[in-house]
């Protein structure tokens, strides 16, 4: 869904490097630089890539794949699952109690330790990045609470401090909203298999009624025929689903 936006694809190193070349020389991989430890061992490189991040996810404005979704909540009961962490599916109009973000949301902060299990808006956090270090400049977030330094809410690679907070929540509401719809159509869109938390989500949710959608340009295969998979883009599919159901509907 992001890139279809104009955001990187973090896919394999090469393609995490492409978009941030300074990460190249250093020989950082995403999975290395998407790691808590840096907040307490060096939170300039923490920050600068989370900074950077903060600032483009703001900066993107959802594809027109979003409004076909939106469009067909107010049509049937509709809930969002999503690894995705930058907020497009509230920015492009899902009400907050409609979503849940299982890793996490960079909008939201909470204490690098953390102190407590308190988040609290990013909303006026600007972090000075140098785009040729990728090294963030004081002064960095800073949690109310301690002093120490605060972190993306987001849940990252080998994370024993993550507070899930609102997250949990909206987790435990959604899988009572399962509970009680067996009967649900699940359209996956661009879920790979080496992070497979929303794939696998996507084939339990859909398990009882075999309705299962799978859009992704490499890896689009559906075990047992439970299910269609789609080799192609997330916001061109979904655009012609829609064409197709408006007719359906009319």
Known sequence: MGVDSGLPDFRGPEGFWRAYPPYRRLGLRFEELADPEHFDDDPELAWGFYGHRLALYRATVPHAGFGVLLGWSRRLPTRVFTSNVDGAFQAAGFPDDAVVECHGAIGSLQCSRPCSDATWPADDVE?????????AREPLPACPRCGAVARPN????GDGSWVPGVHAERLAAHRDWLRRHDDVAVIELGAGTAVPTVRRHAEL????????????????EVR????????AGA????LALDGLLVDAWA
């Open 154 to 157: 987001i849940l990252m690679f």
């Open 205 to 220: 949710a859909s398990a009882a009624s075999g309705r299962l959608v799978r859009v992704n340009v490499r890896e689009p």
């Open 224 to 231: 047992h025929g439970r299910g269609v998979g789609l080799a």
């Open 235 to 238: 916001r061109d599919t979904l």
């Open 127 to 135: 972090v000075a990045v140098d785009e040729d270090t990728m090294r």
